[in-house]
T-cell receptor, first 114, second 111 residues
Framework: NAGVTQTPKFQVLKTGQSMTLQCAQDMNHEYMSWYRQDPGMGLRLIHYSVGAGITDQGEVPNGYNVSRSTTEDFPLRLLSAAPSQTSVYFC?????????????FGSGTRLTVV | GQQVMQIPQYQHVQEGEDFTTYCNSSTTLSNIQWYKQRPGGHPVFLIQLVKSGEVKKQKRLTFQFGEAKKNSSLHITATQTTDVGTYFCAGFSGGYQKVTFGTGTKLQVIP
């Protein structure tokens, strides 16, 4: 199993450009989420999904859109990139329900907005 | 909103010394998870604690969940260079949207 695959690994954008960060998982996990990681601030939840067709906002959703058309894929769209969106982005997935289900993280996308 | 503070922010130890990181929540948690992130890597799930006062061990790592379910700790006995990384707690207070990650403790082990 590949686990959680994120592409691209690195990206440089100009202010105002848009782009999509891709995330795919092959573990049939119901739950998928996007986090951004900034120095000294830990991981902050952007958006999450508990199944195909169901998405919701996390702590820092502004400037980002998501959709979940399949169980496997959960792309994150930056609508109009701003320097404040320079960060490392992680996609994570998990099973739902009672049990010890930790998140499986992808390897991350390092985004720089200039 | 829920806040999860982690201390210390950084810790340098000599190889063989013990290490502890503490996680404190402003609200009562339903469960807490711990993750390790190696330099340049991604967070990797270590363990989940659910019950008040729960203690779990993984080899040299000991995890505790406080009686009031508002704090937790991770203790590493006799650190090794392979323990280097940042340790995060993630506090859940009901529902997957109610997860808050701590700011992390970066551990450096001096050989």
């Amino acid at each position: 199993n590949a686990g959680v695959t994120q592409t691209p690994k690195f990206q440089v954008l100009k202010t105002g450009q848009s782009m999509t960060l891709q995330c795919a998982q092959d573990m049939n996990h119901e739950y998928m989420s996007w986090y951004r990681q900034d120095p000294g601030m830990g991981l902050r939840l952007i958006h999450y999904s508990v199944g195909a067709g169901i998405t919701d906002q996390g702590e820092v959703p502004n400037g980002y859109n998501v959709s979940r058309s399949t169980t496997e894929d959960f792309p994150l769209r930056l609508l109009s990139a701003a320097p404040s969106q320079t960060s490392v982005y992680f996609c994570a997935s998990s099973r739902l329900g009672t049990g010890t289900y930790g998140y499986t993280f992808g390897s991350g996308t390092r985004l720089t907005v200039v | 909103g829920q806040q999860v503070m982690q201390i210390p922010q950084y810790q340098h130890v000599q190889e063989g010394e013990d290490f502890t990181t503490y996680c404190n929540s402003s609200t009562t948690l339903s469960n807490i998870q711990w993750y390790k992130q190696r330099p340049g890597g991604h967070p990797v799930f270590l363990i989940q604690l659910v019950k008040s006062g729960e203690v779990k061990k993984q080899k040299r790592l000991t995890f505790q969940f406080g009686e009031a379910k508002k704090n937790s700790s991770l203790h590493i006995t006799a650190t090794q260079t392979t323990d280097v990384g940042t340790y995060f707690c993630a506090g859940f207070s009901g529902g997957y949207q109610k997860v808050t990650f701590g700011t992390g403790t970066k551990l450096q082990v001096i050989p």
